[in-house]
Nanobody, 120 residues
């Protein structure tokens, strides 16, 4: 059974950097053709795709967030991390880490979600 678990601060001040980690069990983040993705959801914007880090270590981001987002990984811990800089209240959302097992933008396992609020 694959499990993903988000962790990080629930409150971030405007202009600071949001940082969330995702711990994975039951699969390796280097499993061939797997893509480890961040998605967020807010009442205002609905579901919003942020980006992924592939099994190879390559990354790809939503054009709307590319200038502020960075996804990295620690293969020794089987974790991947999202950093989103220069946050504003519009970045308030529930952030999910998810697995795409084949690169087809089909997501079979989701973390429980982490609420992040941007507020002073």
């Amino acid at each position: 059974q694959v499990q993903l678990q988000e962790s990080g601060p629930g409150l971030v001040k405007p202009s600071q950097t949001l940082s969330l980690s995702c711990s994975v069990s039951g699969d390796s983040i280097t499993t061939e053709y797997s893509y480890w993705t961040w998605i967020r959801q807010s009442p205002e914007k609905g579901l919003e795709w942020i980006g992924f880090i592939a099994y190879s270590g390559s990354t790809y981001y939503s054009p709307s967030l590319e200038s502020r987002a960075s996804i990295s990984r620690d293969t020794s811990k089987n974790q991947f991390t999202l950093q989103l800089g220069s946050v504003t209240p519009e970045d308030t959302a529930v952030y999910y880490c998810v697995r795409d097992p084949s690169g087809n933008y089909y997501y079979d396992y989701w973390g429980q979600g982490a609420q992040v609020t941007v507020s002073s």
